[in-house]
């Protein structure tokens, strides 16, 4: 009875010792295990296809607020840093953990478009958060990617080292599996060299098409093939181009797509310019080789080059006053670009063309184009068909008539103005049969000085010695390209009586 008394006794003391912490614990001390729990305030997001930036509030639809809180039994765990560690454990490759608490530690800085600097708040897929009253809270961000993200958070029970955690599901987006739009990545670097080329560009790469949803999500093959890859026709580039992918090739493929993108190859043919494929797709049973009957479609273009050059380059020019019927040439120049250059030009007044090939503008204006301002458009294709545009401006004018005169004299005779006595101011105006006349005057006889009032052509002076002898100068009037030269004579004569009301008598020559 004695053995068993003391088996019993010592059996109560370990009862009592598990209960109440054992006698180096103190007052309400505890053995309990840490517990830790995560939830989100919404477990279900919009797709972020915008990629619209992180915030809290209903203007910020794409965050969610996640709160983390670990207790030892059912008291609170003592605060402190770097007590959780959180991180997005599985599921989605896109979405991020943010702070969102203003610490300038977590902001990283970025342009503004503007040509300056902004602070945002960074992304993390992991985070350590430290602890008040037992918890602390964090922001997870959907991104354009549908699915589920598992959020995990675990904090470490000092008494043991052992970590215990705990999960929350947030679910982003969803996908419908119909076909709403097709795109296209080309291979590095974007363009093909044409088949034989001698310049070193490849004429084969690689192509991925891909299929989407309406919330653009990829959409798969679920039987059959999903996208349809044609060479458009119409242009020299499409010329003995084709497309391959495994056993098929020709101008046009029917593929499957895995994870929504269908790989397929594109050669060139000999001639340069662009190719261009038709994507399309079935939104009516995401199925191409059944017949299309409800086609969603894209086309894409893919340059073809003889060589890689810089594009051309043409300048806009002032070619000036063009005169109707006076024949106008004028040649333009492109610099950058691959010869040989074939030229264009459109609103061109009528009678002026350019050359195709060498660039030469040149004709005569007709009598019936409008006397007005002109802005052509002139274009310009290298042999890569890389193009460049400019402007050319022109202003028309009429040109001076075939028997236009000056003043009196309309013929190529010496046309006289008669004579003036030394000590007599002269003067005399040349006025044009037409408008917008410039004047000019050739070996005037010293006395006279030339000048313009409004339209005119003045002549001015007072002669101081006499000359019985015709003095001749030329004078020109120009409208445009269009120039006019008569010429003048005038006699000077000493100084002799003249009778009132009459003409000058007894002029006496040195």
């Not at 090739?249 to 895995?258: E, H």
């Amino acid at each position: 009875m004695l053995k068993n008394s003391k088996f019993l006794t010592l059996a109560l003391a370990a009862i009592l010792s598990a209960c109440g912490g054992g006698g180096s614990g103190g007052a309400g001390e505890t053995q309990e295990n840490y517990t830790i729990t995560l939830r989100a305030e919404k477990t279900l997001l919009p797709l972020n296809i915008a990629g619209v930036g992180p915030g809290k509030g209903a203007y910020r639809p794409y965050t969610t607020t996640l709160y983390v809180e670990a207790r030892k039994g059912s008291v609170l765990i003592p605060g402190g840093e770097d007590i959780f560690g959180c991180n997005v454990a599985g599921g989605l490759d896109s979405g991020s953990l943010y702070y969102l608490d203003g610490d300038p530690e977590h902001e990283v800085e970025v342009d503004d478009g503007n040509g300056g600097k902004i602070k945002v708040p960074a992304a993390y897929r992991s985070i350590t958060l430290g602890a008040n009253s037992g918890g602390n809270s964090f922001h997870f961000h959907a991104g354009n990617q549908a699915g589920t993200a598992r959020i995990t958070c675990s904090v470490t029970d000092p008494r043991d080292n052992q970590q215990k955690s705990a999960s929350v599901t947030i679910a982003v987006g969803g996908t419908t599996g119909k076909p709403a739009n097709v795109s296209m990545e080309a291979q590095i670097p974007g363009y093909l060299g044409t088949k034989n080329n001698a310049n070193g560009l490849r004429n084969q790469m690689g192509v991925q098409a891909f299929v989407m949803d309406d919330a653009n999500q990829p959409t798969a093959s679920a039987s059959g093939a999903n996208v349809q890859v044609r060479i458009l026709s119409g242009t020299d580039a499409a010329q003995g181009a084709r497309l391959v992918s495994g056993a098929q090739s020709g101008s046009i493929l029917q593929l499957p797509s895995i994870g929504g993108v269908a790989t397929f190859s594109l050669l060139s043919g000999t001639e340069t310019g662009a190719i261009f494929l038709e994507l399309t797709a079935d939104r009516f049973d995401n199925n191409v080789s059944n017949g299309i009957i409800d086609p969603i479609t894209t086309i894409q273009p893919i340059s073809v080059l003889e060589a890689l050059t810089s594009a051309p380059v043409l300048a806009d020019a002032d070619l000036g006053t063009v005169t109707k019927g006076v024949p106008f040439t004028a040649l333009l120049t492109v610099s950058g670009g691959l010869p040989p250059y074939v030229w264009s030009a459109t609103g061109l007044p009528a009678g002026l063309a350019i050359d195709a090939s060498t660039g030469m503008l040149s004709g005569t204006v007709s009598a019936s184009a409008e006397e007005r301002d002109y802005r052509a458009t002139v274009t310009v294709v290298d042999k890569n068909k890389l193009s460049a545009t400019a402007v050319v401006k022109l202003k028309v004018v009429n040109g001076l008539p075939e028997d236009f005169a000056i003043g009196d004299c309309n013929s190529t005779a010496v046309c006289s103005l008669g004579t003036i006595p030394v000590g007599n101011s002269f003067t005399y105006s040349f006025v044009a049969s037409v408008s917008d006349v410039t004047w000019s005057f050739t070996s005037l006889p010293s006395w006279l000085t030339s000048g313009t009032t409004g339209a005119a052509g003045v002549l001015n002076g007072t002669p101081k010695v006499a000359n019985c002898g015709e003095q001749r100068f030329l004078v020109t009037a120009t409208k445009g390209a269009s120039k006019v030269t008569r010429t003048f004579s005038i006699t000077v004569v000493s100084a002799g009586s003249v009778p009132p009301g009459g003409e000058p008598v007894d002029y006496i020559c040195p």
